[in-house]
């Protein structure tokens, strides 16, 4: 017998219209803080019309000592370090929250591109600088990470580290050509020869990705690991990457190297995690799509395992098999946790949205879940970290009106160059790290790793597993505010 949520899940949201802790006006803050936090991410020389003033330009030189132009792209999180993966990953994340979520962004849809455009210009030099190479990360991890230094101050090593035929790296050259392809939908309207630029690239990096193929964990190990491994393989950024191929170019190669590759990366694997590092619950959503929409048969095996993770999410469901905290957080690790509550929280919605469009419902077993049910379970999860939480707090930096004050975060940590501008040594700046005072720059929409499995928070520095906010955090939490900003 086959059950519905549905009139349970009207019942929570009429319900919800007037307990929830937030208005649309709410998440319509915390949208725009969201997008404000990658300008205190910004590497190189910032614009004229930069917000975020306690930045300042820093990096101006990277490249320069393979005689390249790298200046410009993200620091991840809160080093200094540029790093391929992560960053190719946030940009594939803010492209497809402005993909499905930019009508509701309104005032904010002009910073939330311009975040976007800030990562593609860097993955676009970093892609043509060299023919035949991808550049895949700029500084030197260790050093970096032994100093406690303002970006801006900078004196660690700039090296520069790249794949190519003789050194491959699928999964990072896979995840940059997801990223430009993403991103060559979103400027398609707006700057038409940028989007083909962006497409043209997404299409000779992915080339480079399948037809050199290896890990660029084993090409890279020494920088890269541990600190952005690749554990998962490349094979599924080779499905994800063909996967925005196809979307931005409706090329039907794209359709059938996924048919003819998809059993071999992964497509009849369950997979319950959503990462930088792996890309298989969000292709299999991004490929359901094709059958939800159009019909495609061969993509109705995409639909049934986007519907296993799905269920596998919500509580009380047939096969659901998420951890939650006592207080309703969605828990995998825990080291940077959020990062995993605003990805399935980013497909939930997304996947809601496709099902919506067709009239449909995921299939859970016995049960069928409407995608009501989807919208409830996305909602728990943002506003926990907005501070509906045990812990009645925010772990969005700037909002509401307790939330964290000591990030571990360099820039913000170490006192502006606006206010201090004397040069902060590699050294000196350990002073900071370990005062007791909060963050003298507040570092507005960081979202932080986040809280425990019992709901509770350390906020202190050196908790960088729960203190250090990352670009990858807050990517796929743009498109989950802007969706509730609209509704």
């Given amino acids: 017998m086959v059950h519905s949520y549905f009139w349970a899940t009207f019942f929570i949201l009429s319900t919800l219209s007037f307990t929830s802790a937030f208005t649309p006006q709410h998440y319509s803050d915390a949208l725009t803080k969201s997008i404000l936090f990658f300008e205190g991410q910004r590497s190189g020389k910032l614009p004229p019309n930069q917000r975020v003033k306690w930045r300042a330009n820093s990096a101006l030189h990277d490249g320069s000592s393979a005689n390249v132009d790298l200046v410009g792209g993200y620091y991840d999180a809160g080093d200094n370090v540029k790093f391929g993966l992560p960053m190719a990953f946030t940009t594939t994340m803010l492209a497809w929250s402005i993909i499905e979520f930019g009508d509701n962004m309104k005032s904010e849809l002009g910073n939330a591109k311009a975040a976007l455009r800030w990562s593609s210009d860097y993955l676009v030099k970093a892609a043509t600088a060299t023919p035949g190479t991808l550049y895949v990360l700029v500084g030197e991890p260790y050093s970096d990470h032994r100093c406690w230094e303002r970006p801006e101050d900078m004196d660690t090593p700039r090296n520069v580290y790249k794949v190519s035929a003789q050194n491959p790296g699928s999964d990072v050259a896979a995840e940059t050509a997801a990223a430009l392809a993403a991103a060559s939908i979103v400027f398609q309207d707006s700057d038409p020869s940028y989007s083909h630029k962006l497409l043209q690239t997404a299409m000779n990096v992915f080339d480079l990705a399948n037809k050199y193929r290896g890990s660029y964990s084993d090409s890279l190990g020494s920088v890269v690991c541990p600190f952005y491994c690749s554990y998962s393989g490349y094979n599924d950024e080779l499905l994800w990457g063909a996967a925005w191929i196809h979307r931005a170019s409706q090329d039907a190669s794209y359709m059938s190297y996924i048919q003819s590759n998809g059993h071999m990366m992964g497509s009849d694997d369950d997979d319950f995690s959503f990462s930088w590092d792996d890309k298989r619950a969000g292709t299999k959503v991004l490929l359901a799509k094709d059958f939800i929409e159009n019909k495609i048969d061969q993509f109705q095996l995409y639909k049934q395992h986007s519907d296993n993770y799905i269920c596998s999410l919500i509580p009380g469901a047939p096969n659901s098999q998420a951890r939650y905290t006592p ?161």
């Fill in 327 to 487: 207080g309703g957080l969605l828990y995998k690790q825990g080291e940077s946790n959020l990062q995993y509550v605003t990805t399935s929280s980013f497909l939930l919605l997304t996947y809601a949205k496709y099902l919506d469009s067709n009239g449909g419902q995921a299939s859970c077993g016995s049960s069928m879940v409407t995608s009501e049910t989807l919208i409830v379970q996305a909602k728990k999860q943002i506003d926990y970290i907005l501070g509906d939480n045990p812990m009645k707090m925010s772990y969005m930096v700037g909002f509401g009106d307790r939330y964290p004050t000591h990030i571990h975060h360099r820039g913000s940590s170490v006192p502006s160059v606006r206010n201090h501008p004397d040069r902060i040594t590699c050294d000196a700046g350990h002073q900071y790290f370990s005062s007791g005072s909060p963050n003298p720059n507040i570092h507005v929409g960081a979202i932080v790793g986040g809280p425990d499995s019992n709901d509770q928070y350390g906020d202190e520095r050196s908790n960088y597993s729960q203190s250090e906010p990352a670009t990858y955090i807050n990517a796929p939490f743009v498109g989950a505010a802007a969706f509730f900003s609209g509704h």
